[in-house]
């Protein structure tokens, strides 16, 4: 299916935030990476894209072997998180970069830092590519687990 998406886009001509997650899944990092940077790059600094934009762009940058580049991506959403509302996204999308630079027990951190930020809870945490090595870490499922 991913590979009837990835024709479809490529069709219609349509680079976005979708196309670039499908690439991704398909294990298709550089590629990926042009298109989040291409996003990135006409994204104005209080567009709600922002953040999961930044986040892809330094996993995938990560996932490529360019770790400087990825800690870049990591500190600007780290200076996004001072700002008013933003209830832990920033937070979050440091954690998508932390599993791409391999840090699992920092992502869990940072996923536990988001919600005390104001995150709520998403089917994202289970099903995103992006995350799927957290999937089984036992700090993880702790930080999975119900709670009262």
Not at 9 to 15: C, L, T, W, Y
Not at 24 to 37: D, I, M, S, T
Not at 112 to 135: D, K, N, T, V
């Given at each position: ?69 990825a800690r870049e ?76």
């Open positions: 299916m991913a590979e009837e998406a990835r024709a479809w886009f490529e069709a219609e001509g349509v680079e976005d935030d979708i196309y670039g997650g499908v690439l991704y899944f398909l294990g298709e990092h550089e590629e990926a990476l042009r298109v989040y940077e291409a996003l990135l790059a006409e994204t104005p600094e209080d567009d709600s894209d922002l953040y999961p934009r930044l986040g892809m762009a330094g996993a995938l940058a990560a996932r490529l072997g360019d770790e400087d580049t991506y990591d500190a600007r959403l780290e200076a996004l998180e001072e700002r008013r509302f933003s209830l832990g996204g920033p937070t979050a999308n440091r954690a998508v970069i932390a599993v791409g630079l391999g840090e699992l027990d920092r992502a869990v951190d940072l996923l536990e830092e988001a919600f005390e930020l104001g995150m709520g809870y998403s089917l994202w945490l289970r099903h995103a590519p992006e995350l799927a090595e957290l999937q089984g870490h036992p700090a993880f499922e702790r930080f999975m687990e119900p709670r009262g």
